[in-house]
């Protein structure tokens, strides 16, 4: 006996899966579309809840045919997927997003997905948009669910007397918590992982239970079942990419399905009705095809545009991922769900774990090889970033600073013998700044250190919220430079606009900064501007005291796409780059209007050096994000590569050479 059919359920899965595809594609209306995948944990948690707890009722539950039933449905779409993307990404990626390519392949073949991208979530990874499978760590969570949930329901059913909530209600409260509590420790974690997701599945299965009485009443099930819907849309429509989430917020999209699950099983409603409406039921049908192409297909659409796609570019999109869903549906999930193609047990499992090997296998492959970079000749000018040795020297300067005796660990820069005259501090953006100052000092002879953390600008008293370790960080280099007299030049870099904007650039991933000032709890209440300006003449102010020749370099120019990846495009279909995704000058002074200003007002009164970058990277026209001869001088989207931080160096010879 099967459970009775759903027409309701696929129409709730239509909802989720076009919120999802919405959101991806960057429509306004749906900018808390991500929410879809939070319905869909639900739904699963229901679905598969369903199917377990009535065979072990009836006796016959059989994990060996849950997990080939499992696998009928998951494995041949998304290893059609795979292979997809690996083909593609061998024509079009460069070889360091295609190192990436093949390492979330292989993560996503072993169940593992959202550990990966957990793991790699790291400061200077590829954006989001870089990234085809990403997506999966939803399936990955679901799937590490499959995994376990069953066994536990097992035992519950053989040594607790099938009392599961008894059992259950524990751990989808601690799960909550740990989501909850978590927000504010790994929000990362919180996201991706499954003890933090596992209370969304969990009230999907207290659903299957049915634990709650059915609503009787014709009336209140349609004020609770639109109740629902409301919850779902309103998260869909007012949640945004700053919204604490998951966390506490994930309940109002969760519970809205919840709800309509409910009242759905409990009869007919308005909801119900409009959720079974034949066009939205395939919707439903088709959702998982849906779910697992569009975003690849956006994210190789977008990696060769390099740019933001038009509104007629993106229909047109929508037009191919529905017809290709359609497609995969029918020729790949239905023959397989169906047995029409490896019919038996054995052969799935075998055909499941040989392609499971096959993809790990050439995943591996691809690494060892280094991406396969021979694949195009013009690699070696778009590949800033894999192998750069100089890059991963200043990063290993960056991570001694957790050292505790940091006077004897500090990075020397410049001249490699001699006591270090002058300290490069500041952010990543020092940290990228840090070849051009070495090869200026060395070709003035002259000796320095440098001391960086990302996220930290050199702010007195002026942090991040959530990074008190800025703080210690700056207050730690303020003592260090008050010890060393012979430090008589302080160089202070940072990424100062995002300080002031609060905002990231165009098509750049990551989500909104603020400042607070540790020493007024109102702070908040000031602009970023306020808080740069005040951070920054106290920095100086403290550096003046102690006699030092202060140095501030101006803003670089962001660019807000993957200036490696846009360039390889570029490079290998004949177009010019800095058409492609450059800034253009009067955008460049319109972003930073309000730090130049701050710092030409700094420099009026306190005496200060400005060096500019800008004025070597940007013509009368535009910032230049790659030379003619094709190299890039990003490794990023804002940060300047090792080429274009030596590039810029001679801004700072007449500094070094003042010393001499």
Known sequence: MTPKYRPDIDGLRAIAVLCVIFYHSGIGLFSGGYVGVDVFFVISGFLITTIIVREIGEQRFSLANFYERRMRRILPAIITVVVFCLIVGIVLFETNDYEDLARSSMANNLFLSNAYFYWQAGYFDAAAELKPLLHTWSLSV??????????????????????????????????????????????????????????????????????????QNTVMRNVVAGLGLVLVMYSTIVFDDQTSFPGASAAVPTMGAALIIYTGGSGATIVSRLLSIRPIVFIGLISYSLYLWHWPLLVFAKYYKAVDLTQPEKLFLFVVIFLVSVLSWRFVETPFRKKR?????????????????????????????????????????????????????????????????????????GKSVGEPSFILWGDSHAQALASAVNLSAARNGVTGVIATRNRCPPLQEIIRPGRPDCHEFNS????????????????????????????????????????????????????????????????????????????????????????????????????????????????????????????????????????????????????????????????DDHHLSTFGSKHVSIIFDPLFGAEN
């Not at 591996?364 to 192998?387: D, M, Y």
């Open 142 to 215: 679901e799937e590490q669910y499959y995994l376990l949930f069953p066994l536990l329901l097992l035992l519950i059913a053989r040594f607790g007397g099938k009392k599961y909530l008894g059992f259950l209600i524990p751990i989808l409260l601690l799960s909550f918590g740990a989501c909850v509590v978590g927000m504010d420790v790994d929000r990362t974690a919180v996201f991706y992982l499954l003890p933090t997701r596992a209370w969304e599945l969990l009230i999907g299965s207290f659903l299957a239970i049915a634990v709650i009485q059915p609503l």
């Open 341 to 413: 193609l490896l019919a038996t047990r054995r052969s799935i499992f075998v055909a499941s774990f040989a392609a499971t090997a096959v993809l790990v296998v050439v995943g591996l492959s691809i690494l060892v090889t280094g991406g396969n970079p021979g694949r195009h000749k013009l690699e070696q000018f778009a590949n800033v970033v894999g192998g750069d040795t100089e890059w991963e020297r200043w990063k290993a300067c960056k991570e001694i600073m957790e050292e505790p005796d940091i006077d004897k660990l500090l990075c020397s820069i």
């Open 476 to 635: 730690t280099i303020l003592d260090y430079i008050y010890q060393h007299a012979q430090i008589n030049t302080v160089i202070l870099a940072a990424r100062w606009t995002l300080s002031v904007k609060g905002t990231r650039y165009k098509n750049e991933d990551g989500s909104l900064v603020e400042l607070v000032d540790i020493r007024d709890s109102l702070s908040t209440r000031s602009s970023g501007r306020e808080l740069l300006d005040t951070g920054l003449r106290r920095t100086i102010r403290s550096l003046k005291d102690l006699g030092k020749h202060v140095v501030v370099v101006g803003p670089i120019p962001e660019i807000g796409y993957s200036v490696p990846s846009a360039n390889h495009i570029a490079l290998i279909t004949g177009r010019d780059v800095n058409a492609m995704i450059a800034p253009r000058l009067d955008e460049y002074l319109e972003r930073n209007e309000e730090v130049l200003e701050i710092i030409t007002q700094i420099q009026k009164g306190a005496a200060i050096e400005v060096v500019r970058p800008a004025s070597i990277l940007c013509n009368e026209s535009f910032c230049r994000v790659a030379l003619e001869n094709g190299v890039a001088l990003y490794r």
